[in-house]
């Protein structure tokens, strides 16, 4: 994944400019920077829901616009919110999720056991906490069969295991050749975690 | 030629060139008009059935012609912009929607004031006149629909996609107001006598026509200024344009 | 890549792997549709909201009008379909709303299935609990507006495909105002002017029937619509929601 001249700007208001950057299998890449510089906005044109100002977005070598389709189904993107139901159970959200993406021929039930929600698989999410509802679309990393897994502040509202499960999935993810790019607040307790930082190219000035 | 479009494209160019280009079309429009109102009320003749009041209809049709076809303009402008993310494509649809929704708004008034004195009642479910009605809809659908954005890109986006859909569904719903018309009420009445009119009358109408398809594009031209004015009043050519229209003001109100 | 994924992840580390195969693309239309009616399911105190509404408001014609049987009769065909298309339209508000707000919209649009086929499962998922529930009832108004016998079938047949249209061209208009907070409004204002085609062969196909004529022409008309609206809905509404959902 190679992103190279990203600009964005809303309304004629630039937000940033001349971002460039690139994962390769096995990185992790974490975008840094303070609030309002443009994380969330430029993880959303990473995974498509945005288009950028100007700037290209390649993968694995060809331009992103001639394999749309073949890109979104080799990316997994968790969101601010969890993007789940929440009048429906973890097994039931997991199974339409799993519908739109290839996932692995692994069972839902013990990717729900190793995000930590074994016994709560068919309880409704509504009655779950907001970080259990965090680790059902953590379980979503865990079934897909994706190479990018693009995530947005994924420590939010999660408890210090769950910080620990994500740094484990994070980490097995990176060694069997998969590439991470996240934005979070908190440094990360994973060796060789690239930083990109937004504010050095941010258009304030 | 793409050098061309682009350059077309750009706010500024425009800016400038219909600047120089509006005092032109300006006194055209007005000489037509003046031109064709007075052909138009003075000395075309009186009409036998309905006497001085079918003049107008020197008004109305060109006002109703304009009514659609402004759609069109606002539905290309969008167009435009969808595809090749042309700014001033986006300007000129936001400048084109509310000129529409009022030109729709006047053909269906000044076919109410003639409807008076013709069949003796204000509004008659016709099927023009419902056509009419149901362009006024669409119309205010997209003044709506912009407005309630907060984002302007976003705006542009969405109501491109509407007038898109409008445009494709305007056929549909003309021919089926037709079919309803015919349906409910035999053709008794026949609206207006515009293929059978005599000739000296027809003069005028097509100089009214010609005036107001002048007058439409004066105003969508000016609209679409003040609206490059709004968006790129952040810009430094803008505020250059501002100092210099500031200083002729003070060197003119000084030598009064 | 089955292969890869064997091979034990000490051996291949930082190995460029293979890209996943694509679904088919009915398999999100299913899952969606599965999905939605399943919620659907769940909330079923909203799911006869439209329908009660329906019904109810036609209840209170005749005591605007006044329980006269040939009048009611000549009113019936005109006004069940209006009331149709009002209980559509109140439901279609809802269509993409909850979808927006708890952020599966945003998964439905990188998915790597078409995104239209995904709008269009939601939109047969939306028909299924309120069209089609509307349509099978309007025969009892029928009868509490002395809807003359002749009518029925032309009536629940006219209302099948009109409910289906009004689905259709409702979520263009749920899309566009996604992110708005008063879209209920608006999407009634700026989808109405596409419902006219449909009111106008619908009611007249029963009517019709009714006057001891043919509904033959209108209900192929209405059928017409219809295919325009299921040819052209899927992608406006697709490209709305790319469009709309950044407010």
Not at chain 1, 135 to 158: G, K, N, Q, S, Y
Request: charged letters at 15%; aromatic letters at 10%.
């Amino acid at each position: 994944m190679a992103f190279a001249a990203l600009g964005f700007e809303r309304d004629d208001v630039p937000l940033f400019d001349g971002l460039s950057g690139a994962v390769a299998a096995g990185d992790i890449l974490q975008i840094a920077g303070g609030n309002g510089s443009g994380k969330t906005t430029l993880l959303r044109i990473l995974s498509t829901a945005l288009t950028a100002t100007e700037g290209s977005l390649h993968w694995r070598g060809i331009a992103l616009a001639l394999q749309r389709a073949e890109y979104l189904a080799d990316l997994v993107f968790v969101g601010h919110s969890p993007g789940i139901k929440l009048a429906l159970t973890p097994r039931e959200n997991l199974s339409w999720l799993a519908r739109l993406y290839p996932v692995r021929e692994q069972d839902i039930a013990e990717a729900l056991v190793r995000v930590g929600l074994a016994g709560l698989e068919d309880v409704p999410c509504r009655t779950l906490s907001a970080g259990q509802q965090r680790r059902v679309a953590l379980a979503r990393l865990v079934i897909a069969r994706a190479t990018l897994w693009i995530l947005d502040e994924p420590m939010t509202a999660i408890d210090q295991d769950g910080v620990a499960l994500i740094e484990e999935l994070l980490r097995a993810h990176a060694e069997v050749g998969g590439a991470v790019i996240l934005s979070s607040h908190q440094a990360l307790n994973i060796d060789g975690v690239r930083v990109l930082d937004l504010a050095e190219y941010a258009c304030h000035d | 030629m793409w050098r061309w479009f682009h350059r077309l494209g750009s706010p500024r160019w425009f800016y400038q060139t219909s600047g120089r280009w509006l005092p032109w079309l300006a006194v055209l429009t007005l000489a037509l008009l003046v031109i064709g109102t007075l052909w138009g009320l003075a000395f075309a003749p009186e009409d036998a059935r309905q006497g001085n009041s079918f003049r107008i209809i020197y008004i109305h049709v060109p006002v109703s012609f304009l009514a659609l076809a402004g759609y069109y303009v606002m539905a290309v402008a969008g167009a435009v912009n969808l595809i090749w993310r042309i700014k001033l494509a986006d300007m000129v649809m936001t400048a084109a929607a509310p000129l529409g929704a009022a030109l729709t708004f006047l053909a269906l008034f000044t076919g109410a004031i003639w409807g008076k004195p013709t069949w003796g009642t204000y509004w008659v479910w016709d099927a023009r006149i419902t056509s009419m009605l149901v362009l006024l809809f669409l119309y205010l659908g997209v003044v709506v629909l912009r407005n309630s954005f907060s984002g302007r890109d976003t705006a542009g986006k969405a109501c491109a996609i509407l007038a898109l859909v409008g445009t494709v569904n305007i056929p549909i719903i003309y021919k089926s107001v037709d079919w309803w018309f015919t349906l409910h009420q035999p053709a008794t009445i026949k609206l207006s006598g515009a293929p059978s009119m005599h000739p000296d009358m027809f003069k005028p109408l097509l100089v009214m026509i010609l005036a107001y398809y002048c007058f439409y594009a004066l105003v969508l031209i000016l609209n679409t200024r003040t609206e490059i004015l709004h968006r790129e009043r952040r810009t430094a050519w803008v505020n250059d344009l501002a100092v210099s229209e500031l200083a002729v003001t003070e060197l003119t109100s000084n030598e009064q | 890549m089955t292969e890869a994924l064997r091979t034990p992840a000490s051996q291949q580390a930082v190995q460029e792997r293979l890209p996943p195969e694509l679904l088919p693309p009915g398999e999100g239309f299913v899952g969606i549709l599965k999905r939605d009616l399943l919620l659907a399911f769940r909330h079923r105190g909203e799911l006869a909201n439209p329908l009660i509404f329906f019904i109810m408001v036609t209840a209170l014609i005749p005591i605007a009008v006044g329980p006269q049987k040939a009048l009611l009769s000549q009113l019936a065909p005109g006004m069940i379909w209006v009331m149709a298309l009002l209980g559509t339209l109140l439901s279609s508000d809802s269509l993409f709303q909850s979808d927006y707000a708890d952020g599966t919209l945003e998964q439905l649009i990188i998915s790597p299935q078409p995104l239209w086929l995904l709008v269009l499962a939601k939109i047969s998922a939306h028909w299924l609990v309120t069209g089609l529930p509307i349509t099978l009832a309007a025969p009892i108004l029928g009868l509490m507006l002395a809807l003359p016998e002749a009518g029925y079938a032309t009536l629940v047949l006219g209302l099948a495909m009109g409910t289906a249209t009004f689905s259709l061209f409702g979520a263009i208009g749920a899309a566009l105002t996604v992110a708005l907070r008063k879209g209920g409004v608006l999407l009634s204002l700026i989808v109405m002017p596409l419902y006219f085609p449909v009111l106008i062969f619908g009611s007249a196909a029963v009517q019709r029937v009714v006057d001891g004529g043919s509904a033959g022409a209108p209900l192929a008309l209405l059928g017409a619509v219809f295919a325009f609206a299921l040819l052209l809905s899927p992608f406006a509404t697709a490209a709305s929601l790319r469009a709309g959902i950044n407010g």
